[in-house]
């Protein structure tokens, strides 16, 4: 009995050392990995609070050029501004890559009144984006509120002759506020069209914004390919006080009259250019990670949050990343893609030549939603490696992000998505993007500087682990 206790001591011993050895063994390994991407990741945000370039950079683009929009001088000068400038970084190769892009003009200031009660008010407005111009005279109409595109189809031809007046505001009640922008800007993109097709006079759309304030906010609208020319109307966008304001009087009087005039036009495409340049991979350069934001903005501010900062960050990650010696095994590709706003005809041509060319893209990460404290990312990618970078949160979540959620990527990364390839939007802190979103208020001076900075290093982070731990199931070239 005692020979078979000892016996049974001795391999109940044995087992227990040899768990010892094992489990040291593997959380070691795991330990060591962890540890330098850390220290790395460490690095990426030391380097960029304390020697970070991107704001200075944004005050460049933005006090010098200003505003960018496709077809426009400043546009224009912003590529010459950024290709110089990735040069300057020391990215291995820089080029320009053509693209012809729309061209709309806004023309001389808009002007909009009403009269209520003898009282003359003025409305702070603005053309939407490929609107045409009211007649040289302006246009004159009783108006019609409406909440929604369903309720101005209801209408039918009661809107004809009439200003058609649409006022869904945000709704407050969502967090993230570019689900509040999303559930409220189709009546800005498509309301001319439904309401041209009834013959109304024109359209004005209450601001996309939660604040209540006096600056109007313009935006994209398109035209049906299956409307005839002849029933384009004009559309603008008042300001959301404007709007509250607009809505109180016509209880007190449904029939007062609204004025407004705009001169835009539309003028045949131009030629320009997405600015790329790249750091060569050292083990398997024909995979390519990007990194980019629009070069492009609207034409009444600077720029600054849309998407000025995503542009300086985004060449950030490349600047942060040769400053420590973090050589990509992937190529890096840095790209300021032009055409975001009234078109996205440089995502598509990017797109159109990377899969003419047979380019192997695996990653892709934009930043355009502000330049504000960084929050995490939204992931558009397969289950496995949403999973995969869903396991970084340990690593990342000490600079305050914490969200590695599904989603959306972005518009300019967007047309090369597949199932193989994963594609990441930077998420900042949306509470206070949409006080300046297309507005004339989109400044540099609204840019905090260590935030910006955080984002970069936010951005260069993910970055890093991407082009460390992804994988592509597509056969490497021997």
Known sequence: MKKNLLLLSLVLLLFSCNQ????????????????????????????????????????????????????????EKSVIWGEKL?????????????????????????????????IKKDVPICALGFSVATPQNGITAEVIEVKSLEEAKDLGNKMKGKIVFFNRPFDDTLINTFRAYGGCVDQRVRGATICGQFGAKGVIVR???N?????????????????????????????????????????????????????????????SF?????????????????VGGHLDSWDLGEGAHDDG?????????????KKNNIKPKNTLRVIFFMNEENGTRGAKKYAELAKLNKENHIGGLESDAGGHTPRGFSIDANSVNTKLL????????PYGLHDLDKGGSGADIGPLKGENVTLVGYRPDSQRYFDYHHTSTDTFDKVNKRELELG???????????DKYLYSNTPVKQ
Not at 109 to 117: P, Q, S, T, V
Not at 309 to 321: P, R
Request: aromatic share 8%.
């Open 20 to 75: 010892k050895q094992v489990k040291p063994l593997t959380s070691k390994v795991f330990s060591t990995e962890e540890k330098i991407d850390s220290t790395n990741i460490k690095k990426l945000f030391n380097s960029a609070l304390t020697d970070g370039k991107s704001y200075e950079w944004l005050r460049d683009l933005t006090q010098n050029i200003g505003s960018r929009l496709s077809g426009s001088e400043g546009a």
């Open 86 to 118: 990735m040069k300057e970084v020391g990215l291995d190769s820089v080029w320009l890559q053509p693209v012809m892009v729309p061209h709309w003009v806004r023309g001389n200031k808009e002007i909009a009144n009403y009269a209520l009660n003898g």
């Open 207 to 209: 601001s996309m914004t």
């Open 211 to 271: 604040s209540v304030d006096d600056y109007p906010h313009t935006g994209t609208m398109i035209y049906g390919d299956d409307l005839p020319k002849e029933k384009y109307i004009p559309a603008a966008a008042i300001s959301s006080r404007a709007a509250n304001i607009l809505s109180n009087d016509l209880k007190q009087n449904p029939n007062l009259k609204f004025f407004f005039k705009q001169s835009c036009q539309t003028l045949p495409d131009a030629p």
């Open 274 to 290: 997405n600015v790329v340049g790249e750091i060569k991979g050292t083990e398997t350069p024909e995979n390519i990670v990007v």
């Open 309 to 321: 900062t995503g542009i300086v960050q985004s060449l950030e990650v490349a600047y942060l990343f």
């Open 390 to 397: 869903q396991s970084w949160k340990k690593l990342l979540s």
């Open 456 to 466: 970069s290093a936010s951005m260069a982070s993910i970055i890093y682990l991407m």
